[in-house]
């Protein structure tokens, strides 16, 4: 494989597809997330950015969206493609995002895992973070059911 250490920059148009591939192939683009409408909102919110990994080739093999709500840095999106898991770029995006968050004075990380995917439980406790309760409540703004 070329570029074994990719490079970490912010997402470019002409990353946008590749992005949106990454994600389906890691799993998590559901049916009621948009993702170019994820992606076109982050970028037009100065409260929020992505970070993508690509080799030199251009091949985008991890993904970052983070954002800052005026209280807390939340992440969504990481994703880093399914042959270089478990070999640090995952916990690199995690810094990145984190880095991202205390340049704006943010104190506290935090992300939402879905029930179903259990397998980034651990991969979140090395990085020393932790389960916390609180009751998630959504409503849908947009007229859906």
């Known amino acids: 494989m070329s570029n074994e250490y990719p490079v970490i920059r912010t997402i470019a148009d002409p990353d946008v597809e590749d992005v949106i591939a990454l994600w389906s192939e890691c799993g998590l683009v559901e049916p009621w ?3 170019r409408a994820d992606i076109e909102r982050s970028r037009k919110s100065a409260a929020s950015e992505i970070f993508v990994a690509a080799r030199e080739d251009g091949q985008i093999v991890a993904s970052i969206m983070v954002g800052n709500d005026g209280h807390r840095g939340w992440f969504y999106y ?16 995690v810094q990145t995002a984190e ?14 895992i879905r029930t ?5 439980h651990g991969f ?3 990085l020393g973070y932790e389960p916390q309760e609180r ?3 959504a409503r849908w703004l947009d007229g859906r059911p």
Do not use: C, F, H
Not at 99 to 112: C, D, H, P
């Open 33 to 35: 997330n948009d993702p």
């Open 78 to 93: 990481l994703a880093v493609t399914p042959e270089l898991q478990r070999g640090g770029l995952g916990r690199r995006m």
């Open 99 to 112: 880095t991202w968050m205390k340049e704006r004075g943010v104190v506290k990380a935090m992300l939402m």
């Open 116 to 120: 179903s995917n259990i397998k980034v």
């Open 124 to 126: 979140y406790e090395a």
């Open 135 to 137: 009751v998630l409540m």
